[in-house]
């Protein structure tokens, strides 16, 4: 066996907690609502979701403990790692357990491939035990593959049928719930036996609505964020000689970088969802940051934390622009930019732009015109999350600061480190709030399953209360639906959800960050506490409980 650390001998033994509805099994009494409809484009989700589209919404109580025919279940891990997968997973296997001692669960690897591939491995009382309570997703593997294809559909059916697999549950983000409810349609259209349900997974926060307050992973990632930020303020105002810029990852919506600047009250913090809206050019957000820190120079402070959201540069309005027209000619020109070193990309970039996009790319600092010209994916575009914005602002406001200085604006001294979290806290081990919902999650998607339903999505709400409060339930995937265009083309899918600038969370930091700014009162939150008092352990993120009417 490999050697596993104090914590987690000791983790391993944390029995999470489920909502009263589950606490008897997963045989559960459904309760079924009104039926439903789409988020948006009802008629054009309904033509493509016949089968499925309308199905009511479930709330669970507890049932009697009736035992289910026995059934093999199939799970994929898809996407990005979040703390907490391995727990719906083992959710998922005791759920199962409890319909059924006889029940059994397949894991395919490394995430929708391993379905359409035909790999996958049976996960037994063993596996999972070694896995409880654990980050990562290392026990089956994950990815990105996207299943969208009829072929792709036929050869999941085989790869299930050959292993007598009956249900299926798809841990992942928007885009593979979005495929995952296609999935739940095409089998059920015809008249394929092999039931389809989604888990919600992503650190990134987006994928939440009405019905599902939270994806799992963003809690924990937040907190380990959170922890660094804190050290880094508390070493920034020991030093007292350090301006620190913290890129957050998050990929598109500000979730991430809005959490950790209510639980550590940052000198500065960029929500992308705001510089969008109010149309904000590059120049105006270094001349913003600028002003923070020469306003703290004057006070004497020489130092400051200012947290940056991992998508901001595709939020500026001018940079998207110019992002789109680079993405166009370099793809147009590939063959003469392949022969080109990394100078001659930026001259030949700078030579073509529109006037308005040139003079933004030449406003730029040289390492971001090299990374603007080169990084791209397989699709031709800008690997923004790459793109190290952190640095191109430390350079920026450090421009500007000199030229304040010849103006004898700015006095002060202006020395920075860059940080970029994103890694760190992917694969953390749970919070003890992760633990439990993504175990209750897991636990629900099997009571799911035994309740014979396809094209849901395990909900579990109410989760600022105490877990025996939280409600579980299904929620049809199809009522989350509206139609968007990607590729050029129409496609229904999840709408992903931004921050939101009239909501609870945005407001509170907007009313707060001027002070933050001006004074230091930075939050030290410390590490996740996963043992002790409950006041330290059970804790809920500040956007769902400032979402949810409470306070901070
Ligand atoms: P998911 O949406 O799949 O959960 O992934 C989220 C994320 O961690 C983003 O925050 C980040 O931009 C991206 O994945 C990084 O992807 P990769 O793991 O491929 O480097």
């Known amino acids: 066996m490999s050697k596993i ?17 589950l606490q008897k099994g997963a045989a559960v009494c459904v309760q079924e609502g009104e039926a439903t409809t789409a988020v948006a484009d009802v008629e054009k989700v309904q033509a493509l979701f016949k089968s499925t589209f309308g199905s009511p919404v479930l709330t669970f109580a507890p049932g009697c403990g009736e035992k289910k025919a026995a059934i093999n279940v199939g799970v994929i891990l898809s996407g990005g790692q979040a703390p907490g997968g391995h727990n719906v997973i083992a959710g998922l296997f005791d759920g ?114 009405e019905w599902i307050e939270a994806s799992f992973g963003f809690d924990t990632a937040c907190r380990v964020y959170s922890e660094l930020i804190g050290n880094i303020g508390r070493d920034a105002n020991s030093a007292k000689k350090y301006w620190h810029f913290i890129k957050l990852m998050g990929r598109s919506a500000s979730h991430i970088a809005l959490e ?94 529109s006037a308005e996009s040139a003079k933004v790319f030449a406003s730029l600092p040289a390492g971001i015109q090299m990374q603007l010209c080169n990084d791209r994916d397989p699709h031709g575009n800008v690997q923004v999350s790459l793109i190290e914005t952190e640095k191109m602002l430390a350079e920026m406001v450090g421009t500007k600061l000199k030229a304040m200085k010849a103006e004898g604006t700015f006095k002060g001294k202006f020395a920075t480190q860059t940080h970029f979290f994103g890694y760190e806290g992917r694969c953390a081990a749970p919070s003890n709030y992760d633990a439990d919902y993504c175990y209750s999650l897991g636990y629900n998607a099997a009571a799911l399953i035994g309740a ?101």
């Open 5 to 21: 650390s104090p914590l987690q001998q000791a983790r391993a033994a944390y029995a999470p907690k489920l909502p009263a509805a």
């Open 96 to 209: 199962l357990k409890s319909l059924n001692a006889d029940s059994r669960l397949f894991g395919f690897l490394k995430g929708p491939d391993g379905l359409v591939k035909g790999e996958f491995m049976e996960l037994t009382a063993d596996i999972i035990d070694a896995y409880r309570n654990t980050g990562g997703f290392d026990m089956i593997g994950s990815g990105r593959t996207k299943l969208e294809t009829e072929e792709q559909f036929e050869a999941a059916k085989a790869n299930c049928e050959k292993a007598g697999i009956s249900a299926l549950v798809i841990i992942g983000g928007d885009d593979s719930n979005t495929n995952a409810c296609v999935l739940a349609e095409y089998f059920k259209s015809n008249n394929v036996g092999i039931q389809v349900i989604g888990c919600p997974k992503t650190i990134d926060g987006d994928l939440k609505n």
């Open 260 to 353: 950790c600047a209510l639980q550590t009250q940052p000198n500065a913090a960029i929500i992308s969802e705001e510089v969008a809206a109010k149309k904000m050019t590059i120049g105006q957000i270094v001349d913003d940051l600028a002003a923070i820190v020469a306003g703290r120079a004057a006070a004497g402070m020489n130092f400051g934390v200012a947290l940056i959201p991992e998508g901001l540069v595709e939020f500026i309005p001018e940079i998207k622009v110019l992002i789109a027209e680079l993405n166009d000619l370099l793809a147009a020109n590939a063959e003469a930019v392949e022969a080109m070193d990394k100078n001659e990309k930026v001259a030949f970039a700078a030579g073509k732009l």
């Open 452 to 552: 014979g339903r396809t094209g849901y999505m395990s909900s579990v709400r109410n989760t600022i209360k105490p877990a025996a409060e939280w409600i579980a339930g299904g929620i049809p995937i199809t009522m989350m639906l509206n139609m968007e265009r990607r590729h050029g083309a129409d496609k229904p899918v999840i709408r992903k959800a931004l921050v939101e600038l009239d909501g609870a969370p945005f407001k509170e930091f907007a009313a707060k960050r001027d002070q933050w700014a001006k004074e230091t009162s930075f939050v030290y939150p410390g590490p996740i506490q996963y043992f002790g008092p409950s006041c330290v352990c059970d804790l809920v993120t500040k956007t769902l409980t400032l979402e949810k009417g409470g306070s901070i």
